[in-house]
């Protein structure tokens, strides 16, 4: 009987000599509890934990699809103010080729300007010297006759020893002197 006390006192698992969890005796129970942890697990996570990670899914993919939003803004912000920086270069560009255009006509009007009042200038100065030159020559023959004139008497006197008159030397030096030379 101590035999049958003892192994009455055992776990019905440990008489048999079976691994509890595949005891055939158990399965029942542990089918059960298997299934309420399930269910409370499932419970658990459909309605706590499910819910928070899809809501933090959702929160990152609203900040991801915010984000390539605002960076697609930012895209074509930037891309309307290098448009309007390239604008402005071209625009100040032909602003500086007009301001230079005008600059070069501008002082080519006034560099063509001058070359004519100088011209000009130089003319009525060429005139003037040719004017006096004319002056100085017409004067120069004038006195080339008198001096002509007194040159022969003084030569005809040393020669023959006797003044000739100074009609005849005259009018001999007149002779001898071609008309353009005597005016």
């Known amino acids: 009987m101590a035999q049958t006390t003892t192994a009455s006192t055992e776990h019905p698992a440990e008489a048999h000599?079976?691994?509890p969890p595949f005891d055939s005796h158990s399965f029942g129970n542990q089918l059960l509890w298997l299934a309420l942890a399930?269910?409370?697990?499932?419970?658990?996570?459909?309605k706590v934990a499910l819910?928070?990670?899809?809501?933090?899914?959702?929160?990152r993919h609203n900040r991801v699809a915010d984000?390539?939003?605002?960076?697609?803004k930012l895209?074509?912000?930037?891309?309307?103010?290098?448009?309007?920086?390239?604008?402005?270069?071209?625009?100040?560009?032909?602003?500086?080729?007009?301001?230079?255009?005008?600059t070069r006509d501008k002082l080519a009007a006034e560099?063509?300007?001058?070359?004519?009042?100088?011209?000009?200038?130089?003319?009525?100065?060429l005139a003037e010297a040719e004017r006096q030159i004319v002056d100085g020559k017409t004067k120069a023959m004038g006195n080339v006759r008198g001096i002509?004139?007194?040159?022969?008497?003084?030569?005809?006197?040393?020669?023959?020893?006797k003044t000739p008159s100074a009609d005849e030397v005259d009018a001999a030096v007149g002779r001898a002197l071609p008309a353009s030379q005597v005016q």
């Open 17 to 19: 000599g079976n691994f």
């Open 38 to 46: 399930f269910g409370a697990l499932y419970v658990l996570m459909s």
């Open 51 to 59: 819910p928070r990670v899809a809501a933090i899914l959702e929160e």
């Open 67 to 72: 984000d390539l939003a605002q960076a697609a």
């Open 75 to 102: 895209k074509s912000e930037t891309d309307a103010a290098i448009e309007a920086y390239e604008k402005a270069l071209a625009d100040a560009k032909a602003k500086a080729q007009a301001i230079a255009g005008e």
């Open 111 to 125: 560099t063509d300007a001058r070359r004519r009042a100088l011209e000009a200038d130089l003319h009525v100065k």
């Open 148 to 161: 002509a004139v007194d040159t022969a008497l003084a030569i005809v006197e040393r020669l023959v020893g």
